[in-house]
Each structure stands twice: as structure tokens, then as C-alpha cells.
């Protein structure tokens, strides 16, 4: 049985894509092969322009960093200090770049009040932010999320947000696999459809999540803000991205209705 | 959406008075003071931000506090009648059903019709009545189909299901479920939605679900109760507490068109009614 | 791995021999596997295996059984050299690594056709305590799902720079650290909400609980018990040469 079927694309240096569909879709065994995880058994993947058969997933991973969906399956050090060092001693930083990037990565991700403690007495949501710190710290040019959202409250789910527009601000490559389609509806990325192993669609975020015959066959859900839009009789020449924007139009439109 | 009495004339199924509690290696209490009334046939959606005490309440309603999780227990809690903390697991199951989160880690046997009867066989029912209330479940959540299954040839709607059929089997009046669709992707989750639906309308079970997908539960829900920090904060029907701007404080996650109502309630842009879906929203923006 | 492993795990197949008891399923392997150990010469041994191969045809399973049999060759020849080495003569190496392959063949014609669900009522009409059975099955039917966790958890970290193909002996199995203790952790936090749920389910609340279904012997139950008990009788009569057949 493939899991992948003829699948081809390109992501381009600073480019953030998102990868949406169905579990079973196939949407992590694609992202797998980012980091030579899984090798291709027809076609190629490069990365930066060397195949990834040629060489090591820990060799990739310096450039590909993958943030899988459950950090449950990554802690396991005494302290929130060595966790995030790990990969970096892993790829051979000399010492006192380790203890930079370390002191980086806990501020950056609000962890420094853990430093001396136990991965695994953190809360869900910081464990989360503990992986991303820990993939971060390396610095890798391209960034897979993994199910960033899945079982966050929308408090840790605008910490996320506010993360990825730092990544997207330091021009990194971001690859984000999701369900999560109002999560996604903002950030606006180049959007993926997987279905059934295949890439049904690939382009604009709003054309494809305006099709609903696709999205109905690719099981996939449209963001709330696209099926307002969708319905309005009047309404202006591209859909709202958030709430402000939807805000300001309408009572943009009503303070026209009242000046006529 | 139970429809044929009024919350004032509804029995009242659970009760929950002045209900604290807290772990025993735990400074604050999980839960401070709550009270609570579900009638029967309601379906109730339980909201707030992780830490609320959410999780802790529904284990107070099924019993597993106190009986497996002992504590520093006040007030009291009572289902159909009964004081849960007086009442032994094996008469509580047959009350109150708990789905949990992870369908994985609720499938014990190692067929799906097996893993059904689980609860019957620990209530020693006796082996035909066994056979066909199973049947029954099975039926119920569309997976008679799948009797003869192993758990890991199933998909997570698939197993969810099963988890749901083996907890129908009891034949609970309440059914508690604790998160049912975030490991679930959209599509799916909408299934076990409309399931839900259905059990509520088609057998009058009443429900209270713990989710963060509001807006999968919101077009079901009679209730929304908003819990923060241990108390309940917020209860009410759900258009209401959505159009309370508050509710965005506590945590929750707020589905952009509530957001977007509450936002234009602030510029002086007041919709007839408050809408529950894009759909809805859109109708009463277009007659405006 | 597969190999090995595939003539022990369980397979759903219609077949005269899957149709039998569980406990007379359980009698036939038995009667092999001691049949097995008591054949004292190689053309014993070898009808045995036959015997047994011929019993995994019946049960449509002889593709599976034969490659475990045939992977498991590869230790029946380790035991022939061994034999060899320790000086005890060719034949009684190739009877050796004979009886090898017929024990693993046995012992795979039960657990191929039993499921851990008819194990789990073989258990209880053992009288095995309640608690027992039900680890042993919820440690079968998480298996799988333990594998799966294993396998993500090497991947992440693998993705973090671990290379588990390098070092020295020592490092190796430093480097099994980050793959063990996330592994235990997950299986703890799944035992506790395996916990709650069972305690949901009112696991506990007698210690004989009833059961879906019941085994029964039926005529061919029967039948298959005394025909094989004859036969085994025979063939041990005859190992014994108790009784001499024109053979």
C-alpha cells in the first residue's frame, strides 16, 4: 500500500506552506521525508539541493528541524537545561555556543524559570513550548510544525501564533502540517490539500478554501471568517483575515450606508 | 437540544452543591464552590482555559473522585439521586459514562464487540442480555460492522465509536465526555458530533462535553458553563455567554464569529440576534 | 524481525483446526511439543515435524508457520555447530536442531490460530486470578501501540541529531537513554488513564466476571481429543519400543 502517490513540490527559501487534509492523508508521511526520515521508494527529495538518500537524518536535521505533535515523545532529561542542549551537543556545538544558544532559547520561549527543572513537570502547554525551544536552539533554516495546535486553549494557541511570526520575521522556511483551519486563515500561507496520498491542491489560500466541492472530497473544513465572506451580499474585493478586518468593514459599510 | 420542557419544568439529573476539592499533593483546591444543576435531556458544553478545574469537575460528576482519587473533599455531588461519594463505582457506571480524550487508551480487549461488553462483564450481567445489549450498542454508534475488529485495525473515529458503544452498553442516563475530539480532525470530529446529537435527541441521554472546538458543540448545546481557576465564572445558553465579552478573560477559544459580534457590539453595531454560525451571521449582516 | 515474530502473533482464518476448542488447540500443541522432546531418533523427530507442518496446512497457516520454521533454521544450525563442537556427533546434532525446529513449530501452531481473546478464556478456566488475565491481554492488545510509540519516539529523535548506528558499544547504549525513558514515561500516563477508564467501566466490582462467550466442547472437540491422545499414545509406545510396528 503507498502512502504517497506521485507527490511534487517545491518550497522556496522563507516560503511558509501549510499542509492540510484528513489524518491518513498522508500530510506527516510527506513531511518525514524533509529530514531523510523516510526515504522516497520512487523519485527524490532534495534539500537544498543534496538528496536526501545521499546522507544522514542527522545531518539534514541540522538544516530541516521537525516539531512532532506529541513532546511526550522527546523529553526525557533532568532538566529543562540539558533537553534543550541535547541537540545541540548532538551536532557538535563547541561549548559556549551551546550555553548561548541555550540562554536564547529559554528566553525566548519565557522557559528561563525552569532551567533547573524536570521536563516532565511541565504543564502541556509549556512542554510544547520546551520542544519548539529545543529545535529552535539549532537554528535550522526550515521549521516543520507538526500539529502545533492540537489539544491547546487559545491562550497557548497566541503564544504559537506570536512564535510564528517571530520565525516568519527572521526569514525562516515554514512548513506547518495542520487541521487547524482557523489557526491557518490568517497566517495566509501557501496551501497544500492532501488526499488519500496525493496533493490535490496546491496555491492560494483563499481560492482553495473558496472550493468547496474540493475541500468537501479532501475533508477539510473552511475557516468561519471564508463562509461569512462567502455569503455576504455586499462585501469587499478579498475575504477577511481576522476579526478586525471583518470588524472594520462592516461598520466601515454601515457608516456608508448612513452617509447615502 | 432538548426541546419539550422547559429548563424550570426539566427533572433535575445532576446536582452539584458547594462542591470543592483539592489533591492531596496539591496546595489549592482544583475545584472552589461549585454548584451546579443539569437537567435531564440538556446538553451541557464545559469551557475555560487548561488549569480551570474542568477535567477535576467531571471526574467529581463520574466518581472517580473520590473512589480513585481520594482528596480534600467538601460539598456534595448527586447523580439521579444518588451521592456519588457514597455510591460505588459499580452503580455510578451505570449512571454516568465517562469518554475520555485519548481513544486509544479506553479499548482494553482486543475486538471491538469484546471491548464493548467490558463494563457488562464486570457487572457479572448474565451472558445473553450481555449479547444483545452489546448488539444494541454496537447498532447505536455504527460499528456492528466492526464487531470482530482489533483496536489497531481501527481508525480514531472508528475507535471512538467503539469507546462510546461500550459505554451506551451501561446504559447511562449522563454521558460525560472529556475532551472527545481534539486528537480527531475536523471532519471526524463532526461525525462524533451529530452522534451526539442524535443519542441526546433519539434517547433524551443528557451530555456534558468538556471541549475546545466550541464551535463544533455550539449548534448542539443548551448550556455553556465557564469554569476559571476552579469556579464557575459564566453559565448560561450559549449565544449569551459567547456575546459576554468577558468570556474571552477566561480562556477560552472564542469561534471569530462570536469574536466578531462581541467586536462590533463595542463600535455600536448591534445584530438582531446573537448568530451561532458564519451562516447565520451573514443572513442577519445582509438585512441590515 | 517480521520473520520471526509473524508465526506467534495471532491470525483470523477459517479453518477445521482454528474451528476446534482452544483448550483442544492447546492439548494438540502440547501433544507435540512433548512428542517433540521424547522422539529419540531423527526419523522420529522429522514424522513430528511433519506431523505438526501437516496440522498447520489444515489450519491455513503453513505459510506463516513454515517461515518462522525456516527463520528459526537459522538457530536450529547455530545448535547443530554448537553440538558438533561439544563433540557429541553428527547425528545427535541434526536430532538437536530437529527437535529445535519442531518445538518452535509447535509452540507457533497454538499461538498463530489462538487469539489473546481465547487465550484470555483459556486463562480463566485455569482459574488464573482476574488481574492476571487482564494485564496479559491489555499487554497483547498494546502491543502494536507501544511499537508505534517506540518507532515516533526514535524519529524525534533522531531528528535531533541522535544517530543510533554510531559509536562505540558503550555510547550505543547510552544512546538508547532518550528512546527508554520517554517510552516508560508514555507507558505510565497510559496506564493511568487505562486506569481510569477501566475504574469508569466499573472494572473491579466483582472477581468473577462474566464473559461474551463460553467455550464448548463439541462431537468434533471430542473426537479431535481422543484421536489425538490415541495417536500420541502410539507414537510414544512406539518411540519406547514398547510395541513394535511393521513400519
Redesign the interface.
Known sequence: MTALSDVSLTVAKGETIAIVG???AGKTTLVRHANGLLKPTKGSVLVDGVDTRKTTTATLSRKVGIAFQNPDHQLFSESVESEVSFALRNFGFAEDLVSRRLDWALNFFGLEQYRKSSPLVL???EKKRLTLACILAWDPDVVVLDEPT????????EKLAQIFRMLKSTGKTIIIVS?D??FLWPIQPRLVVMSSGKVVADGEISKIMADRGLLEAA???Q???L??Y????SRPPSPFL???D??DW??GS?AR?EAR | MSTTTSPGEKNILVSIEGLSFRYPDSQRPAVKDVSLEIGEGEVVLLAG???CGKSTLL?CV???IP??YPGDYRGSVSVGGLKVAET???ML??RV??L???P????????V??DV???????????EE??SR?DEAMRLLGVSDLA?R???EL??GQKQRT?LA??MA?RPRLIILD?PT???????A?EVVSLIERLNRELGITFIVVE?RL?LLIPIADRLVVMDGGSKVMDGVPRDVLADARV?AY???????S??YN??SK???RLPKVPE???E???E??G? | MFWLTGGFVFK?VVSPFNKLDPRVRLLVALEFFVLSLLASTISAVALVLLAILLVAAVAKSLRRIGRTVAFSGLFAVFIFAVNLLFGLGLLVAILYSFRFLAIVSSTSVFFVTT???ELEQIMKWMRVPRDVV?AF??A??FI??VMLDAFQIMDAQKSRGLEFEKGSIVRRVRNLIPILIPLVVNSVI?SG??????????????P???????MRLMWYDVAVVVGSLLLSSAATLYIYHLVSFQV
Open positions: 484528513e489524518n491518513g504543564s502541556g502547554g492540537v489539544g491547546q486553549d487559545s491562550i497557548q494557541k487541521h483551519v482557523e475533508r477539510v473544513t475557516p468561519q471568517l463562509r461569512l462567502s455569503e455576504l451580499r481576522d476579526v478586525d471583518a470588524r462592516v461598520s454601515r450606508q | 482555559q487548561s488549569g471526574r463520574n466518581g472517580l473512589h480513585m460505588p463505582m459499580s457506571s451505570q459514562g465517562l475520555f480524550q485519548n486509544e487508551n479506553q479499548i482494553f480487549m482486543f475486538s464487540e469484546r461488553a467490558f463494563g457488562l462483564q464486570n457487572l457479572s450481567v448474565p451472558r450481555m449479547r452489546v470482530l482489533a483496536p489497531h481508525s480514531d469507546a461500550g459505554v451501561m475532551e481534539s486528537l480527531l480532525d475536523p471532519k471526524t463532526l475546545h464551535e474571552e480562556g477560552v477559544s472564542v469561534p471569530p464569529i469574536r466578531l467586536a462590533l463600535e455600536g453595531v454560525t458564519p451562516e451571521m451573514a443572513e449582516l445582509n441590515l | 483470523r487469539s489473546p481473546d487482564f491481554v491489555t497483547v492488545r502494536p501501540v497510559r488513564e487505562l486506569a481510569e477508564a477501566m475504574e469508569s467501566r466499573a472494572y473491579g466490582s466483582t468473577k466476571p462474566t464473559s461474551l462467550y463460553g
